[in-house]
């Protein structure tokens, strides 16, 4: 099998002082990076996307923002591939189908943001597109949610996400298992 690692929108607005903090960013950021220098020292592909909102009335990811700009953590290297989207799915209006065909990957291993969006659709339609997908659960975050009267903590969004992932559409592990 060929591995490809997707890193999905860890960008500035999930962090402290940006417009959708996340719950424990740093530490899921932190986590996205070993597995991202194992993947560079192994010379296995990486392809960073990450979210521009074209919807006006969306308050986060605004174009023009430092918002929008990938974190430190996971900053893409002179010749990994880069695909902006504007869609929870990185599949839709991006060429991700096919820069991974041309990887030859028939495995991902995703880490990203946020866990309860963008992460489950891009895992969902990833699977249904035949890869073997693996999700590193701490090296994604997710935000607290409400849901009428009731607040849901982002750990618990979180683990919710990585429950209904694991086995259906994908293998959920640590980053542990994948960072020697």
């Not at 902006?84 to 065909?101: C, M, R, W, Y």
């Amino acid at each position: 099998m060929t591995r490809a690692l997707i890193i999905i929108d860890i960008q500035r607005d999930y962090f402290a002082g940006g417009a959708l903090p996340l719950v424990e960013p740093d530490a899921a950021a932190t986590a996205a990076h070993a597995v991202l220098e194992s993947f560079r020292a192994s010379g296995e592909p990486v392809v960073h996307i990450f979210h521009v909102a074209t919807d006006p009335a969306a308050t986060f990811f605004l174009p023009g923002t430092p918002g929008i700009e990938i974190h430190p953590l996971v900053t893409p290297l002179d010749g990994e591939i880069v695909l902006e989207k504007h869609q929870p799915n990185s599949f839709i209006g991006t060429d991700l189908a096919n820069v991974l065909a041309n990887t030859g990957a028939d495995e991902l291993v995703v880490v990203g943001m946020m866990s309860s969006m963008c992460v489950d659709s891009t895992v969902r339609a990833a699977a249904e597109h035949g890869f073997t997908v693996t999700v590193v659960h701490d090296a994604c975050a997710a935000p607290d949610l409400t849901f009428g009267h009731t607040v849901i903590p982002g750990a618990t969004v979180h683990a919710s996400f990585m429950a209904a992932l694991h086995g259906s559409f994908a293998t959920v592990v640590p980053s542990a298992a994948l960072v020697s």
